[in-house]
Nanobody, 115 residues
């Protein structure tokens, strides 16, 4: 059974930093993994993704501020978020795409950027 456990969300002031983590279990290989976010009343949008080959992709709104990385030994993906802005406030969801099995989602972690 595939499980994703997220951590690292919280309240931070504008300009601050947070690092989200997403630990996966029950998998042997991954095609891609990453993060989406959903603000109240809005659709869920892609934030960043990383493929099994290490290619990364970012939403324009976070380029230069967020960095996605993975630790294969720990089956964990990270999202380092710097220079946070109030518009980054959202629930952040990690996901992963498992070959021949589909897409799995974490439970979500709240990020609030406010002074």
């Amino acid at each position: 059974q595939v499980q994703l456990v997220e951590s690292g969300g919280g309240l931070v002031q504008p300009g601050g930093s947070l690092r989200l983590s997403c630990a996966a279990s029950g998998i042997f290989s991954v095609d891609a993994t990453g993060w989406y976010r959903q603000a109240p009343g809005k659709q869920r949008d892609l934030v960043a993704t990383i493929t099994s080959g290490g290619d990364t992709n970012y939403a324009d709104s976070v380029k230069g501020r967020f960095t996605i990385s993975g630790d294969n030994a720990k089956n964990t993906v990270y999202l380092q978020m710097n220079d946070l802005k109030p518009e980054d406030t959202a629930v952040y969801y990690c996901y992963l795409i498992v070959p021949r099995r589909g897409t799995y989602w974490g439970q979500g972690t709240q990020v609030t950027v406010s002074s």
